[in-house]
């Protein structure tokens, strides 16, 4: 079976351009995760979705960034305008739920805001 | 944010050798898991530990849990030049929240 999808792996563009990735979760998986992580660091939850709904995105900075699920299934993330600081690798994973539920994450998309 | 802070930062040890890391915690939690992450790559799950447990074993790992020093370790024993890696403790609020610590970066000599 495969596993949670991301595309593009890398994405090089000029700081103010906009850019997107893309989630594939594991099939019957309804919670869906973003997190950002910079070099060194953990990741940081940027949103969460049970199905189609949002559940948390109290860390998502919506002025500049914007997600959407539909149907629940594949999710995307936006960024427009990006900004030199967006430079990170964005993380989806993807769970049954559930309090002892395991994450399961993608590769990643590393991001570069030159 | 950041809801877990571990430590060390970084670990080197030699092969054969014991690994522990550390991850502390202000919040309550329902339970907590730990992760691998190799160099580009996603986040793997290694082992959970439910709040109403002290010790769990898998394998070369060991976790531990004190939920009253809201603290846990990691233990890996006999490392191996593949246990190279950063690992990351998840801890899990209500309602399927997870927050990761800040993470050790461990790196095996042969």
């Known amino acids: 079976e495969a596993g949670v999808v991301q595309s593009p792996r890398y994405k090089i563009i000029e700081k103010k351009q906009p850019v997107a990735f893309w989630c594939n979760p594991i099939?019957?998986?309804?919670?869906l995760y973003w997190y950002l992580q910079n070099l060194g660091q953990g990741p940081e939850l940027l949103i969460r979705?049970?199905?189609?709904?949002?559940?948390?995105d109290s860390q998502l900075p919506k002025d500049r960034f914007s997600a959407e699920r539909l149907k629940g299934v594949d999710s995307t993330l936006k960024i427009q305008p990006a900004e030199l600081g967006d430079s990170a690798v964005y993380l989806c994973?993807?769970?049954?739920?559930?309090?002892?539920?395991?994450?399961?994450f993608g590769e990643g998309s590393r991001l570069t805001v030159l | 944010s950041q809801q877990g802070e571990e430590d060390p930062q970084a670990l080197s040890i030699q092969e054969g050798e014991n690994a522990t890391m550390n991850c502390s915690y202000k919040t309550s939690i329902n339970n907590l898991q730990w992760y691998r992450q190799n160099s580009g790559r996603g986040l793997v799950h290694l082992i959970l530990?439910?709040?109403?447990?002290r010790e769990k074993h898998s394998g070369r790992l060991r976790v531990t849990l004190d939920t009253s020093k809201k603290s846990s370790s990691l233990l890996i024993t006999a490392s191996r030049a593949a246990d190279t890696a950063s690992y990351f403790c998840a801890l899990i609020l209500t309602g399927n929240q997870f927050y990761f610590g800040t993470g050790t970066s461990l790196t095996v000599i042969p």
């Open positions: 099939s019957g998986h309804n919670t």
């Open positions: 979705y049970e199905n189609e709904e949002a559940v948390d």
């Open positions: 994973a993807s769970s049954l739920g559930g309090l002892t539920g395991e994450l399961f």
């Open positions: 530990i439910r709040s109403n447990e």
